[in-house]
């Protein structure tokens, strides 16, 4: 398999390993990502990982831990002791967190851009201009409708 060069994000050019290698350098990623439950990281209770690859490369963006049902209930039996304390939290205030995410989410935009990216192999330009303004925007949608239904 020959090498393919690839234009860089300033311009230059180089070959799609060392693209995959600039952007996973600049988001400082960590290359194992565990569960995010309850609050915290925790790696998957089987210990299991499996390869996220670039589409478009076929880089290692990163290992993902491989979830089993031990993982789901700890999730699950998380989600109902949250319930307690988020359903009685305002509708104001569910609402400010979610705008709040969409806010954050465009003033790290280039960061999920490549991200997004590298995750899903497609071109740069669709990831800035649709699939992150999209999920801003969603947010938006979300908290502007947690105070209409309330």
């Known amino acids: 398999m020959g090498e393919h060069w690839v234009s860089t994000i300033d311009g230059g050019i180089s070959s799609k390993p060392a693209v995959d290698r600039i952007i996973l350098d600049y988001l400082r990623m960590d290359m194992r990502w565990e569960n995010f439950i309850g609050g915290g990281y925790r790696p998957a209770s089987r210990g299991l990982y499996f390869e996220d690859l670039n589409p478009a490369t076929g880089n290692l963006v990163a290992q993902v831990a491989r979830s089993g049902s031990e993982d789901l209930q700890w999730a699950i039996d998380s989600a109902k002791e949250a319930f307690g304390s988020w359903s009685k939290t305002s509708p104001e205030a569910r609402a400010g967190i979610l705008y709040r995410i969409g806010e954050g989410l465009v003033l790290r935009e280039e960061e999920f851009a490549l991200a997004e990216t590298l995750d899903t192999g497609k071109p740069i330009a669709f990831s800035r201009s649709v699939d992150i ?16 239904f309330a």
């Open 133 to 148: 303004p999209r999920a801003a925007a969603n947010f938006r949608f979300f908290a502007a409708a947690a105070t209409q």
